[in-house]
């Protein structure tokens, strides 16, 4: 079946305007989280949601940053006024279960660099 | 400080030698770990994982043990081959839902 999927897969933005990453996950996954990776390190986390629960925030560097989910479907990950340390590539997850040690799986990124 | 730390850059070992990656973990309960392997323009994928203490992860003829009493997850193989080359990713998971990532090991074998 499909696996999740992430658009654009790059983008190329001027510092100071906004982008919108969007992330499709698996149909029928109720979690799903976005992730950043730095170049050469590991990925960090940024936000969770699970169905309808209120989503775990905790990992957003800054106001700058927002995410959206509406019910178990699509989710938009949006970077106001970008400055160049958010070039990264940003990745989305999905899980089916609830259980922590379910597999979380991952999209190919989208690669955001910022000029 | 950082909950994962693993053996960082990169390993070079040749095809048939035998391999250890280093991976502790902090944590202040009883953590579920993972290895994860990323390929050049992929996301990561699972690769193995263990729940509890003393239980083993295997994939591919790669192990891993949970070992609590060192809060250990090293991972091993004992004949690397090309193919094996990637980034590898030891990971927690402890008191929430997400991951914590060690800053990843890039596998180069050599043939």
């Known amino acids: 079946g499909a696996g999740v999927s992430q658009s654009p897969s790059n983008k190329v933005t001027e510092k100071g305007k906004d982008v919108e990453l969007r992330c499709d996950p698996i149909?029928?996954?109720?979690?799903l989280y976005w992730y950043r990776q730095r170049l050469g390190q590991g990925l960090e986390f940024l936000i969770y949601?699970?169905?309808?629960?209120?989503?775990?925030k905790s990992g957003l560097p800054s106001d700058r940053f927002s995410a959206e989910r509406t019910g178990e479907s699509v989710s938009t990950l949006t970077i106001q006024r970008t400055q160049q340390e958010d070039s990264a590539v940003y990745l989305c997850a999905s899980r089916t279960s609830t259980r922590r040690g379910a597999e979380q799986y991952f999209g190919p990124g989208t690669r955001l660099t910022v000029t | 400080g950082d909950s994962v730390v693993q053996t960082e850059g990169q390993v070079l070992p040749s095809e048939g030698d035998s391999l250890i990656v280093n991976c502790s973990y902090e944590t202040t309960q009883y953590p579920s770990l993972f290895w994860y392997v990323q390929y050049p323009g992929e996301g990561p994928q699972l690769h193995l994982k263990a729940m509890k203490a003393n239980d083993k992860g295997r994939n591919k003829g790669f192990e891993a043990m949970y070992r609590k009493e060192t809060t250990s997850f090293h991972l091993e193989k004992d004949s690397v081959q090309e193919s094996d080359s990637a980034v590898y990713f030891c990971a927690h998971i402890d008191s929430g839902y997400a991951l914590n990532f060690g800053k990843g090991t890039s596998l180069l074998v050599t043939p």
């Open positions: 949601f699970q169905g309808n629960s209120a989503p775990d």
């Open positions: 149909s029928g996954h109720t979690a």
